[in-house]
């Protein structure tokens, strides 16, 4: 089985470094692929050539999921998500700042498998990512993608 990763979709450079940095920090050694845009994001998780070239390696083991992004917004991309067979079941965590009762509920209503504020605390930040590693790489079990499922 081919190693777990984590995608994670973030157009901000200082919200990424933290993420990646709060994630290695807390033991969580998958390997961290970003999109920095909804369209990267769908264009990534439906294996387009562009990153066939660079080895795709399959589904990641979660999404991580900012609303806030340029070309397609992140409920755009959770959207697109839940309507294709192939990352129905992908398990999605979506980060925002702050978090909005709209978004919250679109974002559960859309299939979400989690909505997680965006600490402004450094501490609670790491935190939230250390739980979160241990929750949706560790504990959890990923569907059996490429399945059909009655």
Avoid at 77 to 92: E, G, K, S
Wanted: proline share 5%; glycine share 6%; charged share 25%.
């Amino acid at each position: 089985m081919a190693e777990k990763y984590i995608l994670l979709v973030e157009d901000n450079a200082d919200d990424e470094a933290l993420s990646v940095r709060a994630l290695k920090k807390n033991g969580v050694l998958n390997e961290v692929m970003v999109a920095h845009d909804g369209v990267e994001a769908a264009d990534f998780l439906f294996g387009a050539a562009t990153h066939a070239a660079q080895g795709f390696r399959g589904l990641p083991a979660v999404v991580l999921l900012d609303l806030k992004l340029p070309r397609m917004d992140g409920l755009q991309v959770l959207r697109l998500m839940r309507r294709d067979a192939r990352t129905r079941l992908l398990p999605v965590v979506v980060l925002t700042s702050p978090v909005e009762d709209a978004d919250l509920a679109k974002s559960y209503s859309m299939g979400a498998n989690s909505c997680l504020r965006k600490p402004v605390d450094f501490d609670e930040f790491m935190e939230a990512v250390r739980k979160l590693g241990t929750c949706w790489l560790m504990l959890n079990q990923t569907p059996p993608y490429n399945k059909e499922i009655a």
